[in-house]
């Protein structure tokens, strides 16, 4: 079964910065769009970045452009979102997810997802 494992979160004071990481088991990792979504209480799941399969390609919610830096490494099956200058307002659970085909922007553009992982920014 494909599984997706998010870490990294935590608790971390405004202007401070976290790694996390989804390591990925059986799926071919390399051939996948990776993304990265957040969901706040009360909050719809929202986009933040994604990355295509190689890795050259990036994108990016302009609510964290210029802050956050999505990477993968192949030979790892793992993708990475270095978190930077966090602001109480990137308080959510973060969810890793491998998309379908070319689409990266919405949910239902990926079909598998890790359980999350919480990260709390305080003021």
């Known amino acids: 079964q494909v599984q997706l494992v998010e870490s990294g979160g935590g608790l971390v004071q405004a202007g401070g910065s976290l790694r996390l990481s989804c390591v990925v088991s059986?799926?071919?990792?390399?051939?996948?769009?990776m993304g990265w979504f957040r969901q706040a209480p009360g909050k719809e799941r929202e986009f933040v970045s994604a990355?295509?399969?190689?890795?050259?390609?990036?994108y990016y919610a302009d609510s964290v452009k210029g802050r956050f830096t999505i990477s993968r490494d192949n030979a790892k099956n793992t993708v990475y979102l270095q978190m930077s200058r966090l602001k109480p307002e990137d308080t959510a659970v973060y969810y890793c997810?491998?998309?379908?085909?070319?689409?990266?922007?919405?949910?239902?553009?990926?079909?598998?997802w890790g359980q999350g992982t919480q990260v709390t920014v305080s003021s």
């Open positions: 997810a491998a998309a379908k085909l070319w689409a990266y922007s919405a949910p239902q553009d990926y079909d598998y």
């Open positions: 059986r799926l071919t990792f390399a051939t996948r769009r």
């Open positions: 990355i295509g399969s190689s890795g050259s390609t990036t």
